[in-house]
């Protein structure tokens, strides 16, 4: 390894030369310039090992000057914003950059797994399945780990990202993918038409291959027909240029999945920005103008440092000014290939000589090699020697058998070129083969995209133009925008003449799938053991499963598998195109969705006060609610609860119940509407007053509870449970408005817009007095049980007041528009301090509803009938509603369907835990004996001890009855009885009081 | 994938929540078990154009029936549900 960019040129490239950027690959200090990325900036500085390989652990160089890369993979930066597998190919370079190479240990140069290459026939196609089956549990236990240790990539960085995602959306007429000719031109006829366009390009410049092959378009060096085509698209108002954003998926209705990589090229995002941003853009037409990827032959040694694709070697010296190698062989089977030595040759570099597969080779390019004086070799390149430190020796098949040799530190090798044909494949699309590239070209696209350039197999600059423009005028067209579009530039055509070439045979490991390891004995063996199939290929050797997705692989490996099978390549066929076409982090897919805003979070109306009280706070769905309300000396949170009950039970407390869904039902029809999905009647409920009402799903399993009440002749205010508050809107929406078009009734959600507090217990009368405008009657007679009014409270503000219990206490529920509900909560404390009036939270509520066998959630699980419950009795026999057909289903009101019991240990100091399975006494626990188990539990402070409901077969013939209670999760098996659900106050006197 | 709302527009996918088929009609009361057991579970497995419900509860709150092909996503109709809209003023 030379010093210090020891190998850049002195002139040329698009590097700026007067901004230095020092960097860091493997702990050692480098310099590059602002322009390279980190492979071109490694190129520059003489390094030529990059990287161990995934199985073999072999040296590897950089292969490509793209985002097909199978080799060059670094971790970037440390720390939390490590970053394994990045491509050092596509990697901007800035000033403090660090890179470590992957999967070698202890240090690139000696790294003792690479002892695995002497393991090699162990390690071919299939050998996961072959080699650790036997015996099963050494699996998880010694092979896996093993194996994934020895075999892998870069490592993840084990703690949470620091960094911001962002997620956009955009709409325009014409997406354009990619800024090569063919993508430039398609922007020019886009945006002269009028097109509001997006053109995304993953490079930081734009111009494709421009960039490092040039070419003359209009008369200019095509540098110069950059810069005046980007001043036209800027002056452009409605032309987006998005560089670093790489389009990775094409979904339906014309969405368009494009990553940005805002801030990559930095090393810490700018404090408020964001490092990557998800697109979804929204296009009436799409011109996929993305390229083509040159494509590897396959010989021995083709993995080693120092050979590339030609097209790279061209890319780092023209673009970057870098220099692969001194002395260059060129392997190549088309005529494009040649420019690699002409650039060669421009630069001052040597060149070896020229390895060329075809038979003839134009005489201009025989006049190059002579007046160079390089050889021009007619056959292929059999082996390459070097190993880590890279290329050496290239051994040469010549035609007619005879071989020579070539020496070179570096071989530019072309087998032709591959359009990208992902983008038009992503909708289960097949490419088609043509012969005259020896390539898969695009065979239609998904709907409003066309390919165009080189993606759709026009290699010539000449034809990228021309295809690249009239795609754009017409998508334009197509998209309803028809201004003049100007003339087409106009270049050369190039010669692109090719002799299809794919496999060397020859001794020594040749490479397919770089990335993975996969070579060409490895396709050999697939196809003799009958993995012929492109899927069973792909999956058997994982030819095209690492993150390049086998980009310069795929087309090679079928290829081979054709050969061997005697098929041709179209017959052999690809494998299904998925996106992404990069890797696409994860984070960009969550956004700002992630941690505490990963959902909504809903606060109820007295949250803060609630807070401010030392609530303990549990997430039930998207709300906070207030779970029990601690106080100093407490020593756990069933001390807290049980005083909570025990105040309630005798003084009064109150609850924040907002979080219960809440609908108004307007209009003549409202009670005929309510009768059809509740199975008991409302159009009888009189007018003033509150009914339980409860409604089943259509197959004739109960969906949800909760009361309704009358507030006049055409109004309804209907409360659903917490847990399905938007459901039930959503299946009223469709009785309404599918079901029953004909009746004269409207549905709104009014959850929001009412804060709503349970006020319990036998002073909840005394309290409401001082809230309450006095003149309101709130007696027995004149607020009877079940009663719901709106009320003046003192003040002049409007509640609505109903009378309705869940504790079984004497209650009321009281609304007010939740703008008042704090203030409602702090003055229930002032108000109600001569009574004691105590704050609680949902685990006293949920005591209180169990010691009243009220059921909830648990018992409501989705597979319980009305009569499951205990509430048959309130299905209507006088109307139809939603589910009472399939209610009646034998299976449904079967005599042994489990049903709700209460349960109670026998001996009352045993703790109750939901879970456990109801067992007869002397029956052996299995699914055969199996009679139900425990849904709900609490320890009844009335009661003192622990208490439950559960879903018991026949339960309510066997009140009385011992059974076990049979606990195998928690270790635990004890006898409790049967009994009434009701455990307080059965006959419901202190709730009507 | 978008919806074009009669109510609100075109919209994206997520303000809209899937039901089904939308050709099964809730039979009447007096139909019989065998009717509601059709109405409750079968349903054709179609390949191509399909009548389906679909909820725009992200948006307008309507219920629509939307023709869409089951193979390519595409979305040839889209009406709203007999009751969806505006209140029956004197109706």
Redesign the interface.
């Known amino acids: 390894m030379r010093g210090d960019q020891a190998n850049r040129l002195n002139n040329g490239g698009l590097i700026d030369r007067s901004a230095a950027l020092n960097f860091r690959f493997d702990g050692k200090t480098f310099s590059g310039f602002k322009g390279d990325t980190l492979a071109s900036a490694l190129v520059a500085n003489g390094v030529k090992l990059v990287g161990r390989s995934f199985k073999y652990h072999r040296p590897r160089g950089i292969l490509t000057a793209g985002s097909e890369e199978p080799n060059a993979l670094v971790e970037l930066r440390s720390g939390a914003r490590r970053e394994p597998n990045t491509k050092a190919t596509t990697a901007e370079l800035y000033d403090g950059l660090e890179a470590a190479s992957q999967n070698r240990w202890p240090s690139l140069n000696f790294d003792v797994m690479s002892i695995n290459q002497l393991f090699a026939p162990i390690f071919v196609a299939g050998f996961y399945y072959k080699t650790f089956m036997w015996p099963a549990k050494f699996w998880e236990a010694i092979y896996e780990p093993a194996i994934r240790r020895a075999a892998g990539l870069g490592r993840a960085a084990g703690v949470s990202d620091p960094d911001h995602y962002d997620k956009a959306w955009a709409h325009c007429d014409v997406l354009i993918a990619g800024s090569g000719p063919a993508g430039l031109a398609a922007a020019l006829a886009a945006g002269r038409s009028g097109a509001r366009v997006v053109l995304c390009e993953e490079d930081f410049v734009l111009g494709g291959r421009l960039l490092a092959d040039g070419g003359t378009i209009d008369g200019l060096p095509a540098s110069e027909w950059i810069a005046r085509t980007l001043a036209e698209l800027s002056a452009m108002p409605d032309v987006r240029i998005m560089t670093r954003t790489t389009l990775f998926g094409v979904?339906?209705?014309g969405?368009y999945g494009a990553i940005e990589r805002v801030n990559d090229h930095l090393p810490v995002p700018p404090e408020h920005q964001v490092r990557q941003r998800l697109w979804r853009i929204?296009a009436k037409r799409c011109v996929a103008a993305a390229g083509a990827i040159e494509r590897p032959i396959v010989f021995a040694g083709n993995d080693t440092p120092g050979v590339m694709m030609a097209s790279a070697m061209r890319s780092y010296i023209n673009r970057y000014a870098a220099t692969p190698a001194t002395r260059i062989a060129l392997f190549t089977n088309n005529e494009d290939g040649w420019r690699t030595a002409e650039t060669a040759i421009a630069s001052g570099l040597q060149v070896a000589a020229v390895i060329d597969a075809r038979p003839d080779v134009s005489p201009a390019h025989r006049a190059l090699a002579s007046k160079s004086g390089f050889p021009v070799l007619h056959g292929a390149v059999a082996s390459v020697d070097g190993g880590k430190g890279g290329a050496r020796k290239i051994s040469v098949s010549l035609t007619g058998g005879a071989r020579a040799e070539v020496e070179a530190d570096g071989l530019a090798v072309s087998g032709g070129w591959n359009p990208a044909v992902g983008l038009t494949s992503y909708h289960r699309g097949r490419p088609k083969w043509r012969d005259d590239i020896a390539a898969f070209v695009p065979d239609g696209a998904p709907?409003g995209m066309v390919a165009a350039g080189a993606a759709n197999g026009a290699f010539g600059l000449g034809a990228c133009l021309r295809e690249g423009f009239e795609a754009g005028a017409a998508a334009a067209r197509d998209a309803g925008c028809s201004g003049n579009v100007g003339s087409v530039p106009v270049a050369d055509d190039e010669a692109f003449s090719l002799t299809p070439l794919w496999h060397v045979p020859g001794k020594g490991k040749a490479f397919v799938d770089q990335q993975h390891d996969v070579t060409a004995s490895d396709v050999e063996l697939a196809q003799r053991e009958g993995f012929e199939s492109v899927e069973h290929l792909k999956r058997y050797t994982t030819l095209g499963m690492a993150t390049d997705q086998g980009k310069t692989s795929n087309v090679a490996g079928l290829a081979i598998m054709a050969a061997v099978s005697g098929k041709s390549v179209p017959e052999t066929g690809t494998t299904i195109y998925r996106p992404p076409y990069v890797p696409v982090a994860i984070g960009a897919f969550a956004g700002h969705h992630r941690d505490e805003n990963f959902h909504a979070t809903r606060l109820t109306p007295s949250h803060h006060w609630a807070a401010e009280q030392g609530a303990i706070f549990v997430d039930t769905g998207l709300w906070k609610r207030a779970q029990w309300y601690p106080r100093a000396g407490e020593k756990d949170w069933l001390e807290s609860v049980t005083r909570e009950v025990k105040a309630v039970r005798s003084g009064v407390g109150f609850c924040d119940v907002s979080t219960l869904g809440k609908i108004d039902v307007h209009?003549p029809d409202a009670g005929a509407f309510l009768d059809r999905v509740y199975i008991n009647a409302f159009s009888s409920l009189a007018v003033g007053k509150a009914r339980y009402g409860l409604m089943l799903r259509?197959?004739g399993i109960v969906y949800d509870d909760g009361t309704t009440s009358r507030l006049a002749e055409d109004h309804y205010f209907l409360t659903t449970t917490t847990a399905k508050a938007?459901l039930v809107?959503?299946h009223l929406?469709?009785c309404?408005?599918?079901?029953?078009?004909?009746?004269?009734v409207?549905l709104t959600s009014v959850s929001d817009q009412w804060a709503q507090f349970s006020i319990a217990g036998p002073n909840t009368r005394d309290l409401l007095k001082e809230i309450v405008d006095p003149a309101e009657d709130l007696s027995n007679e004149g607020f009877p049980f079940m009663g719901a009014r709106e009320v003046r409270l003192r003040g002049g503000l409007k509640a609505r007041l109903f009378r309705i219990s869940f504790s079984g206490e004497m209650a009321f529920e009281i609304s007010v528009p939740a703008r008042y509900g704090e203030a409602m909560a702090r003055n229930l404390m002032v108000a109600g301090k001569p009574f004691g009036v105590t704050p609680y939270g949902t685990e006293a509520l949920g005591v209180m509803r169990i010691e009243k066998g009220h059921v909830a959630g648990p018992e409501l699980n989705g597979t319980t009938t009305a009569g499951d419950l205990g509430l048959g009795k309130m299905m209507s026999t006088k109307k139809?509603f939603i589910g009472?057909?399939?209610a009646?289903?034998e299976a449904l009101t079967a005599p042994n369907r489990q049903v709700v019991v209460g349960i109670k240990p026998t001996d009352k100091a045993h703790r109750l835990r939901s879970g456990a399975h109801i067992i007869p006494k002397g029956e052996t626990p299995g699914p055969g004996n199996d009679q139900g188990y425990v849904t709900s539990v609490c320890f009844s402070p009335v009661l003192d001890q622990w208490i439950g409901l559960g879903l018991v077969e026949r339960g309510r013939e066997r009140i009385g009855e011992i059974v076990r209670a049979h606990d195998p999760l928690r270790g635990e098996d004890y006898d409790v009885e049967l009994c009434n659900s009701v455990f307080y106050d059965p006959d419901g006197g202190r709730q009507r009081g | 994938m978008r919806i074009v709302c009669p109510f609100c527009g075109e919209r994206e996918l997520g303000e809209f929540t899937y039901l089904g088929d939308a050709k099964p009609q809730r039979p009447a009361a007096d139909a019989g078990e065998d009717a509601v057991y059709d109405y409750v579970y079968l349903r054709d497995n179609v390949a191509g154009p399909m009548s389906e419900h679909w909820y725009h509860g992200g948006g307008c709150r309507a219920w629509l029936k939307v023709t869409r092909n089951t193979l390519t996503h595409e979305i040839s109709a889209v009406e709203p549900a007999a009751g969806a809209g505006a209140a029956k003023v004197g109706a």
Not at chain 1, 736 to 744: G, I, S, W
């Open positions: 979904y339906d209705g969405t929204v709907p209009g259509e197959d938007g809107m959503q929406e469709f309404r408005q599918v079901l029953f078009p004909e009746l004269d409207q139809d009472r057909v399939m009646g289903r």
